[in-house]
């Protein structure tokens, strides 16, 4: 069973303060994507990584896919209320046209004002 | 606003009873993703249609089942339900980027059985 686990569960920062959230797996992802879910709303896609090493910048966001395309982390500098929310990294195990993502545990972030 | 509509936003129904689920993708997006969030599960894929096929399973009960319509509006049959089956239900459609495809989700069906 192809599981991705992330941590830390919870993360509640005062706002300006970094932090990074990781998302780690046994398995090989041919691509792995961020999401961030608001209460009662759906995912929303934040990145997509597809080459082992590769970093992607969104603003304050930093998003790495790990050399070997198991693992990820998301950094975010100078946090704000605004990133309150879950985020959730998915990876799609097969590539092509089923793309059965698999969703890690979820990350709660709560920035205080 | 991803374009991906769901209805109904709310359903509160009664243990052994059956609803529908309805999805529309964005448009232009043939294949149609379900998936159901529970708070001990997380986020579980259940099943992907494309251009009215079934394309893959994942963690569908035999309880539940899904089509795919020539419109490409999708929908998901919940039947003999169980308390267990209280969750948010998400559609998604996806559009090809390179070699990865980015799935969209809409704003989700929130089922409770009572």
């Known amino acids: 069973t192809q599981l991705l686990e992330q941590s830390p569960q919870f993360l509640s920062i005062q706002e300006g303060e970094n932090l990074t959230v990781y998302c780690n797996s046994s398995?090989?992802?041919?691509?792995l994507q961020w999401y961030r879910q608001e209460p009662g709303e759906g995912p929303v896609l934040l990145v997509t990584v597809v080459t082992g090493g590769e970093v992607k910048k969104l603003k304050r966001l930093t998003f790495q896919f790990g050399d070997a395309r198991k693992d990820s982390s998301l950094h975010i500098t100078a946090a704000q209320p605004g990133d309150t929310g879950l985020y959730l990294c998915?990876?799609?195990?097969?590539?092509?046209?089923?793309?059965?993502?698999?969703f890690g545990t979820g990350t709660l972030l709560a920035v205080q004002p | 606003d991803s374009g991906v509509t769901q209805t109904p936003k709310h359903l509160i129904t009664a243990t052994g009873q059956r609803v529908t689920l309805r999805c529309s993708p964005r448009?232009?997006?043939?294949?149609v993703y379900w998936y159901q969030q529970s708070l001990d599960q997380g986020l579980q894929f259940l099943i992907q249609y494309y251009n009215g096929e079934e394309r893959a399973k994942g963690n569908i009960l035999e309880r539940f089942s899904a089509q795919q319509f020539p419109d490409l509006h999708s929908e998901l049959n919940l039947s003999s339900l169980e308390l267990g089956d209280s969750a948010l239900y998400f559609c998604?459609?996806?559009?090809?980027?390179?070699?990865?495809?980015?799935?969209?989700f809409g704003p989700g069906t929130r089922l409770t059985v009572t």
């Open positions: 448009s232009g997006d043939l294949s």
């Open positions: 998604a459609s996806s559009v090809a980027v390179g070699v990865s495809y980015e799935q969209y």
């Open positions: 998915a990876g799609d195990p097969y590539g092509g046209a089923t793309n059965k993502l698999i």
């Open positions: 398995s090989v992802f041919s691509s």
